[in-house]
C-alpha cells in the first residue's frame, strides 16, 4: 500500500483546506485510514480516522467540530475537510494506514504512512 497526501497550503486563520489521502498498489485487506499532524519542534498526534467498516470516525478533542474526515465509496481515498482553522493547526499533516483491529486512534499501529503535506495557518 502506498498513500498520497495532497492539499496543503497557506490559510489565514479562519479559513477552509481540504487534504486529500490517495491510496494505490492496494492488497485484498481492509485497512484503516488515519490522520496525523506534527508541529516544529513537537511529537507527531493524532487528528482524525476512518476505519474500514463503519462509519464511525473518530477526532481529537482539539479538532472535534472543526475537522471531518470521509472516505470514497472504493475506499481508496480519504479526506480531512479543515474548517475554521487556527495557527495552532499549523503542522505537516501525514495520512497512514493500518490493517490490525486496534483502536484507530493509536498511533503505533499505523505501519503505512504517506509524506506529508504542509498546513500554514496565519493569524
Known amino acids: 500500500v502506498q498513500l498520497q497526501a495532497s492539499g496543503g497550503g497557506v490559510v489565514q486563520a479562519g479559513g477552509s483546506l481540504r487534504l486529500a489521502c490517495a491510496v494505490s498498489?492496494?492488497?485484498?485487506?481492509?485497512?484503516?485510514l488515519g490522520w496525523f499532524r506534527q508541529a516544529p519542534g513537537k511529537e507527531r498526534e493524532f487528528v482524525a480516522a476512518?476505519?474500514?467498516?463503519?462509519?464511525?470516525?473518530r477526532y481529537a478533542d482539539s479538532v472535534m467540530g472543526r475537522f471531518a474526515v470521509s472516505r470514497n465509496s472504493d475506499k481508496d481515498t480519504v479526506w480531512l475537510q479543515m474548517n475554521n482553522l487556527k495557527p495552532e493547526d499549523t503542522a505537516v499533516y501525514y495520512c497512514?494506514?493500518?490493517?490490525?483491529?486496534?483502536?484507530?486512534?493509536?498511533?503505533?499501529?499505523?505501519?503505512?504512512w504517506g509524506q506529508g503535506t504542509q498546513v500554514n495557518v496565519s493569524s
Open positions: 476512518m476505519p474500514w467498516r463503519g462509519d464511525r470516525p
Open positions: 497512514a494506514a493500518k490493517t490490525d483491529s486496534s483502536p484507530i486512534t493509536k498511533m503505533p499501529a499505523y505501519t503505512k
Open positions: 498498489g492496494r492488497t485484498f485487506r481492509a485497512y484503516d
